[in-house]
């Protein structure tokens, strides 16, 4: 009996164990969950049963919406500058008859003295091209107004440039190309720098600088900065202006009484002297160009490449500028002008009557 009880006991436990056996294989070889499926008996901390998402795609751009507005870009310096100097030459060339240039525009005239002006929005540009020359025909302003026309020697057989040997002086025709603006320099050549000049005019400053050595003048040298400041210095120069009113008054006046000193409310008191300017070489063709072709005629502000220069500090910057145009006392927009350029030359000291006596003394013993 007790034998029986045991063997039924051992099957039991056996069959238990086997079940168990069964259940373990079973769960064991269960497939493991999906991405994003709960299992429901991983850990709070088993990240890696945790249900993963996946990142939402980027939203593609729809290309029917419009574009942003372009950034506005801030032009050069250089760009403003020439396009005040374009407005300046295009009223000058569209006028039929001298003396008649319409007046400049309020709005350019406050962009001139500095105020502010609303940025305009513009397309994003490629990089911009420095402005270029300008092809327009030659104006005939007509003959010099001096006393003899027939005695001076022509320097150019096409543009208003001549040498009087009489008075030692270079003569040249130019035009009022403005009346009221910060000046840089009092003359420049024509469609160079006419935004900040009172007066334009057709010649290559070359030939003046060869005129001015051919009357006796002596080229110095332009400013210079390194390493302290040496004004301009050369033989001075007096520059007069000469021209006539509407009803054909002939009137002649001292360049500087155009001039206004901003500090003393007073027309320019300094003189010009005969900087020379000075040449650079195109390394890649070797041909020398003059510098003061590029408008640094006359000036009134210091520059390197000065022809004429005042023997002063005088900033080119726009805030510092000493001088502008005395409006009141310069003729009309487009009025033909005659400049005359006189070298102030050393007279040649005569020897003393004493000493001619005693060299004739000398010579008698």
Known sequence: MEQ???????VCTTAILAAAVVL?????SAPEPRDGQPTGKASAGDSSRQPQTEPEPAAKPDSGAAPEPPIPVRQPAWEERAARQKEVVDRL?????PGMVQPERPEARAA????PQPEPRREPAAEAEPPRGDDRKPVDLG???????????????????????????????????????????????????????IVSVDVEAQT??????????????????DPTYVPAAGTEIEVTVAWKDKEGKPHTARAQDWILDVHTN????????????????????????YQAEGGDFICVSNFPSAMLDLPIESSQSNESLLFRAFTERIPPLGTPVTLLLTPKLEKEKKPKQKDSQEGAEKKAE
Not at 4 to 10: F, T
Not at 208 to 225: C, I, N, S
Request: aromatic letters at 6%; proline letters at 6%.
């Open 4 to 10: 029986s009880n045991v063997l039924r006991h051992l």
């Open 24 to 28: 373990a294989g079973c769960e064991a």
């Open 93 to 97: 060339s569209e006028s039929k008859n």
């Open 112 to 115: 001139a003295e500095g105020e």
């Open 143 to 197: 003959s010099p107004l001096v006393k003899d026309p027939k005695g001076l020697v022509r320097l150019d057989k096409t543009r208003p440039v001549w040498l009087d040997k009489a008075n030692k002086r270079v003569v040249m025709v130019g035009q009022i190309c403005q009346r009221d603006a910060p000046l840089e320099m009092f003359a420049c050549p024509r469609n160079t720098k006419e935004h900040e000049a």
């Open 208 to 225: 003046v600088h060869a005129g001015l050595l051919a009357v006796g003048a002596k080229a110095g040298h332009p400013a210079r900065w």
């Open 266 to 289: 007073k027309a320019m008191a300094h003189p010009w002297v005969f900087a020379g300017s000075g040449f650079w070489t195109d390394e890649a063709t070797g041909k020398k160009y």
